[in-house]
């Protein structure tokens, strides 16, 4: 595997699909691309790449994120200082948060109540602890 030319492949494709593309990843050995559009798939496949059919864009992930943050900011402790770092989660076409452990099913749970960010798809990891200060600004 040339891990080189798959993150230049994967330069390209961001370049080539623009707004459609929502983020790559290696995984076994392989470059991996999701987009928003059914038709760029061949071109993901064209180029090598495993192609991903997802409903939300980079933007509007990158949007959750923020809205993720700020809801965080409303909610009384412990849960206000219980997640620990947001990230795009290209596979599903989501976000992942990283959570303190002790209270993963406490926030899953509100999340998925109170929907601040509507049907995003949002998976959960416990968190390894705080690595910066991720409460909201």
């Known amino acids: ?12 494709l961001s370049e080539a699909l623009g707004d459609e593309y929502v983020q790559g990843w290696i995984k076994d050995g392989q470059l991996n691309v999701s987009t928003t559009s ?6 993901i496949e064209e180029a090598g790449a495993i192609g991903h059919l997802v409903q939300f864009s980079s933007e509007e992930l990158r949007s959750a ?10 909610q009384e402790n412990p849960v206000r200082t219980a997640i620990h770092a ?4 290209p596979e599903t076409g989501g976000i992942t948060l990283s959570v303190d452990k002790s209270q993963l ?3 899953q749970k509100l999340i998925e109540a109170e929907k ?6 949002v998976d959960y990891k416990q968190s390894g602890g705080i ?6 600004q």
Do not use: C, F, H, R
């Not at 809205?67 to 409303?74: N, Y």
């Not at 947001?86 to 989660?89: E, S």
């Not at 601040?116 to 798809?121: A, D, K, R, T």
């Open 1 to 12: 595997m040339d891990q080189d030319a798959l993150l230049q492949t994967n330069d390209q």
């Open 105 to 107: 099913d406490e926030v």
């Open 86 to 89: 947001y990230t795009l989660n």
């Open 65 to 74: 994120i923020s809205e993720i943050m700020k809801w965080q900011g409303k």
């Open 38 to 43: 059914e038709e760029q798939l061949s071109v």
């Open 131 to 136: 690595m910066s200060p991720a409460a909201t």
């Open 116 to 121: 601040p960010i509507g049907e995003i798809p």
